[in-house]
């Protein structure tokens, strides 16, 4: 293909909805479950239980069709997070049962073994985000400053964040930089500087209960529960929101695709979907439930969401992932969100025929945007490229 010569790309399959997702149970337990995570890709999850009879962390590393107990604590579990990979979590605990602090975990082998991290000050944890790559950290509490950690959760410092604020929920973008949180009864905060220093952005004050951004932080959704309202995003990093047009329910938890182009919302009764970033929103076929957490894949295709003493659902849909072909130096550069199911990238001089080959080497994971990327040299004749699933 000529520098200047035209670039195709060809992709195998249909669109696919959201809205058309099909929920089923998995054989994780009925129980108490208070948070749940999930790998890039899908096939890993992360799902802890909570509350006063306290519980376990289960994973699962097959999207969710069967689920095991890990070797972490049976206690009051209150919020669980994920590396891209699966293989990096962690784990916060509310107030354990009969007072005290606290604690934070961490598992560097997709939760076969998890280790407790003393941080500073006694805290009951609200919630914990993670980097894509599981090296930023950022963790809030009930009552006190907001934490972050920069080496994998090893050591801990406490951010300039308000320490008077009821924290409830925590996001960050891809690369750890942009965080955004969100306080019960109060306004919603942000970070631009992985949480260096903070301000609060130009949101209501209500009964916030989760946020969740777009791999570049540029993208948010965010609801509140017991407050009866609307479903809120930004396109820009949080500066400004807005809720026109979205459901009222008493919303619990919320996730969204890296692109952010696919948002979630879980509700005490029905799930909501949206394919336009938070436009508009319908049910979809999830069953009612007192829903109170949500996962998703980056893609938006593989969903799994838990309830207040019920199990686990997962919600598929067929991924239709797109091509992005732009020059890079004397090169080309091949990129496409990672799909929750695998897929191939082949090249051919010649759309009329059957002969496709995989293009070599296989894709990287850039970890900044959650894409596969493949650097392929120029060529002085055609190239057409499409991805086929395998």
């Given amino acids: 293909m000529k520098a200047k010569a035209q670039l195709a790309a060809i992709i195998l399959g249909v669109a696919h909805s959201t809205f058309s997702q099909n929920w089923m149970p998995t054989s994780a337990p009925e129980t108490n479950w208070v948070s749940i995570a999930s790998s890039a890709d899908g096939s890993k999850l992360v799902a802890a239980a909570g509350g006063p009879s306290s519980g376990s962390i289960y994973i699962s590393t097959n999207s969710g069709t069967n689920w095991a107990a890990t070797s972490a604590p049976f206690t009051n579990w209150s919020s669980i997070a994920s590396s891209a990979d699966g293989m990096s979590l962690v784990a916060a605990t509310g107030m354990p049962d009969g007072g005290g602090s606290g604690q934070i ?50 050591s801990w410092v406490a951010t300039s964040a308000p320490n008077s604020n009821y924290w409830q929920a925590v996001a960050s973008s891809a690369d750890g930089i942009k965080l955004v949180a969100v306080v019960c009864g109060g306004s919603i905060y942000i ?3 992985s949480g260096g220093t903070w301000m609060s952005a130009n949101a209501p004050s209500t009964n916030w209960a989760s946020v969740a951004s777009s791999s570049d932080g540029t993208k948010l959704v965010a609801v509140a529960f017991s407050d009866l309202g609307p479903i809120y995003t930004s396109t820009n990093s949080g500066a400004t929101w807005t809720s026109g047009g979205t459901p009222v329910q008493h919303w619990h938890s919320v996730a969204c695709s890296a692109d952010g182009s696919k948002m979630v919302a879980a509700s005490y009764g029905p799930i909501y979907s949206s394919t336009n970033s938070g436009t508009t929103w319908l049910s979809n076929s999830a069953p009612i439930k007192t829903w109170q957490a949500i996962a998703s894949s980056a893609d938006g295709n593989k969903l799994a969401a838990a309830g207040w003493y019920r199990s686990i659902y997962r919600g598929e849909s067929t991924p239709n992932p797109l091509l992005s072909i732009k020059h890079s130096g004397s090169s080309l550069l091949i990129s496409w969100l990672l799909p929750s199911t695998p897929f191939v990238l082949q090249q051919s001089s010649d759309l009329n025929i059957t002969n496709w080959n995989d293009v070599t080497p296989p894709p990287t994971l850039n970890l900044t945007n959650l894409h596969n990327e493949v650097i392929v040299p120029l060529s002085s004749s055609n190239r057409f490229y499409r991805l086929k699933g395998i």
């Fill in 191 to 193: 970070s631009t500087n």
């Fill in 105 to 154: 975990f961490i598992s560097q082998n997709s939760g076969a073994s998890w280790i407790p991290i003393a941080v500073p000050g006694t805290n009951w944890w609200k919630a914990v985000a993670s980097s894509a790559d599981g090296i930023k950290l950022v963790a809030v509490a009930a009552f006190g400053p907001i934490y972050t950690s920069t080496n994998s959760g090893e």
